[in-house]
């Protein structure tokens, strides 16, 4: 297999800073991938002092293209976290199905349709909440999108103190007058990613 032109990248472990070299990943590799639920890669960038123990590592496209930003143990490790804990917030929505009335859509007929909007709707609402408590956009207040270690620190400070509960009060109270417009621009987006990504999905 041919290896494709590669990019400059640096190691982002902070004792380490070396380059990092593209490569072939062996199947073995790959079938670990597959085992995580990731995308197995045919390539991917490794830092030049493996051999020396660094295991850094970016997975690449066909293209040679990194597939995101190099992180270090300690910014991968934050962001295992800030998962966990964000997820337990929109995850435990159904505690809120006294709510559901105002909260879920109506129309809705039995208690699995309202767990399931509440859901969909908390969180989206819990990115705002985040956006909102670490004053950033919206958009940037996505774990995929925070590469620094002191605002996966903070952002795990929110949503390990949050519940699925205060999350939709301070909705109730502050956030929806504050976010309403932007709420409903984020709704109409990912309708129309569905859309595209179910037209573009083989039969």
């Not at 597939?67 to 435990?92: M, V, Y």
């Not at 909007?117 to 969180?123: C, D, F, P, Q, V």
């Not at 670490?134 to 996505?142: D, I, N």
């Not at 009060?169 to 976010?179: F, I, N, Q």
Request: glycine fraction near 6%.
């Amino acid at each position: 297999m041919k290896l494709p032109k590669s990019v400059p990248l640096t190691c982002p472990e902070p004792q380490c800073g070396s380059k990092m070299i593209l490569g072939i990943v062996s199947n073995a590799w790959k079938e670990q991938a597959e085992a995580k639920g990731r995308t197995p890669a045919n390539f991917a960038y490794f830092c030049a002092r493996r051999p020396q123990g660094c295991k850094s590592l970016v997975w690449a496209n066909d293209d040679g293209t990194p597939r995101g930003q190099p992180l270090s143990r300690e910014t991968k490790a934050l962001r295992n976290l800030c998962h966990t804990a964000f997820d337990r917030i929109w995850k435990s929505a159904g505690t809120i199905l006294a709510y559901r009335k105002q909260f879920g859509n109506k129309r809705l007929r039995t208690e699995d349709d309202h767990r399931r909007a509440i859901i969909s709707k908390l969180r989206r609402i819990a990115f705002f909440f985040m956006a909102h408590h670490l004053g950033l956009p919206e958009p940037e207040a996505h774990i995929s999108r925070i590469f620094d270690s002191p605002t996966l620190r903070a952002f795990l400070d929110v949503a390990s103190g949050a519940t699925a509960i205060s999350v939709y009060d301070w909705w109730e109270a502050e956030g929806e007058a504050l976010y309403a417009n932007d709420f409903r621009a984020a709704v109409r987006a990912a309708r129309e990613f569905n859309r595209n990504r179910r037209m573009t999905s083989p039969p």
